[in-house]
């Protein structure tokens, strides 16, 4: 490897001791750049790797609320906005229990990368609390979301930062954080958050994005391989939003989802989640219980296998699309032995470095990674933003036609960043270079800071 690569990723190790996540991904992106930083000795010179390991700011706050009982709770908040160098801060909140830097930090490189992928002018951000939704009421998730927002939005706005969704965070938190943004700014700037209402200057098409986006970019790969969607069966994980929208444009495309799963295990429908009532049932699951898919198996009559993940199921595509670090080795070797010749990662880094690794050594399996796989979801914001500036709405299928185009060019400008360097049909490495050599041009062009 590139010594000047190498020598960062210790210096990040070092640094980031207590944040595994956060040395992951970095691992993760810059084993991929060897060859480009080889070809660019100046980057080294500017030490430009150091500088796009290290956010540009990241703040913590603190954020009070009450709950319907009357008790008061204190929750910890952050915002990283990690990289500006392509365009206004941009990346979605997560609120979840075990949120904390190490998991912002994280989220946020892979944002700078991702957002860069999506050819559209987006710098990278992330942020979230670890306050827990399980179980809150709407009172008690609008005054937490009311108090958020008063604690950061002297922070954002529209050229400034502009933060969306991510796990534990969808439309109703992003309407009472506007709501509380528009309250204390008395000035109407509904590009400052994306994945809003669409009675309020949401996007059509934003819930649907990344699922969309994700089954578009699997059709690109399988161009690409000289095969066709029709009749794939297609693991998937979770049932959130993400994996709601895989089903739907699965379903419209002639695959089916075989299995979902949540924290209590997974099912498999071996007919596939496939029909408009099954889609939309995951809906209504996921409004009245996040925490348990086996009402869907109890519905619909399948199989529900308690306490696992639907890894090793015959199939003929794999899409993780729940959380981090889903897929470790045992999983991996699972997936490499169940058939499928399609590893889609969806979920941001849902796979650790070594199990990420054995699957790209598999002959038999072409793997296609987050960062470019899921750009969709950011993608549609980035068009909710221009709609908002403009203040104009286009169709349902205006934003599906750009978000198909946008997917077709990041598989193929990954495609062809790897065949750049020698590397094949490496999505991986292709992501990671083609993501990078913008943000890299952009910030070598701006001076040292
Ligand atoms: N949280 C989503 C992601 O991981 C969406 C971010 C956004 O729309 O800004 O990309």
């Given at each position: 490897m590139n010594k000047y690569v190498e020598s960062v990723i210790e210096n990040v190790k070092a640094k980031h001791a207590n944040e595994p996540e956060f040395v992951q991904t970095v691992e993760e992106v810059l084993s991929s750049l060897s060859p480009v930083v080889d070809a660019h000795p100046e980057y080294e010179k500017a030490d430009l790797l150091n500088r796009m390991t290290e956010p540009e700011r990241m703040f913590t706050f603190r954020v009070v609320w009450t709950d319907d009982q009357g008790n008061t709770h204190t929750n910890r908040g952050w915002r990283c906005q990690f990289n500006g160098a392509i365009g206004p801060y941009k990346g979605g909140l997560r609120f979840q229990k075990n949120v904390y830097e190490g998991i912002i930090k994280f989220l946020g490189f892979e944002?700078?990368?991702?957002?860069?992928?999506?050819?559209?002018?987006?710098?990278?951000?992330?942020?979230?609390?670890?306050?827990?939704?399980?179980?809150?009421?709407?009172?008690?998730?609008?005054r937490f979301c009311q108090s958020f927002m008063t604690a950061l939005y002297r922070y954002i706005s529209p050229d400034i930062d502009v933060p969306a969704g991510d796990m534990g965070v969808g439309g109703r938190e992003i309407g009472y954080l506007y709501g509380q943004y528009r309250r204390l700014k008395g000035v109407?700037?509904?590009?400052?958050?994306?994945g809003k209402g669409l009675t309020?200057?949401?996007?059509?098409?934003?819930?649907e994005a990344t699922g969309y986006g994700a089954v578009y970019y699997l059709e690109n790969v399988l161009k690409h391989e000289g095969d066709k969607i029709e009749g794939k069966t297609i693991a998937a994980a979770g049932f959130g939003n993400v994996t709601w929208g895989i089903c739907k444009k699965a379903m419209q495309l002639g695959a089916k989802?075989?299995?979902?799963s949540g924290p209590d295990g997974y099912i498999y429908d071996p007919d596939g989640v496939a029909t408009p009532e099954k889609v939309d049932y995951l809906l209504t699951m996921r409004a009245t219980d996040p925490m348990h898919v086996k009402p869907y198996a109890d519905k619909f009559g399948c199989q529900f296998v308690a306490g696992e993940k639907p890894w090793g199921v015959k199939c003929d595509v794999v899409m993780p699309s729940a959380m981090q670090n889903d897929v470790k080795m045992p999983q991996a070797e699972k997936i490499a032995a169940c058939g499928a010749k399609y590893y889609i990662e969806v979920a941001n880094m849902p796979t650790t470095n070594d199990a990420l690794n054995f699957l790209r050594a598999q002959k038999h399996i072409i793997v296609a990674p987050s960062k470019a796989v899921n750009a969709g979801g950011v993608g549609v914001s980035a068009l909710e933003m221009?709609?908002?500036s403009e203040r104009l709405?286009?169709?349902?299928?205006?934003?599906?036609?750009k978000l198909k185009q946008m997917m077709k060019n990041i598989h193929d400008n990954s495609a062809a960043a790897a065949e750049k360097y020698g590397l094949g049909y490496d999505l991986v490495a292709g992501a990671n270079i083609a993501g990078f050599e913008k943000v890299a041009t952009a910030m070598m062009e701006q001076g040292l800071f």
């Open positions: 944002q700078t990368f991702k957002n860069s992928l999506t050819g559209l002018p987006i710098g990278g951000a992330k942020g979230g609390s670890d306050f827990d939704p399980a179980g809150k009421s709407d009172a008690e998730v609008m109407w700037e509904n590009g400052v958050l994306t309020y200057g949401g996007s059509l098409i934003r819930p989802v075989v299995t979902l221009s709609q908002n709405v286009w169709t349902a299928e205006e934003v599906d036609e």
